[in-house]
């Protein structure tokens, strides 16, 4: 069976509140760190994806060559 409408409610309003104190409780970067932080994930993916289609080359170049 399930439960009573009134104590889904109240489940519902507990979790709210439980989030509304815990977004409290977050440490929000300033402007600069969100910047800085913004282009350290950029340039960490470009590097990535350069590495990426250097070993895509290299791959391709040995199965031409094999094949």
Do not use: C
Request: aromatic residues 8%.
């Amino acid at each position: 069976m399930t439960a009573p409408t009134g104590t889904k409610k109240a489940k519902v309003a507990t979790y709210f509140r439980g989030v509304k104190s815990e977004i409290k409780k977050v440490i929000w970067p300033s402007k600069k760190e969100l910047i800085n932080y913004t282009g350290v994930v950029i340039m960490v993916s470009a590097i990535v994806a350069i590495i990426v289609w250097v070993l895509d080359l290299i791959i391709h170049g040995g199965l031409q060559f094999i094949i």
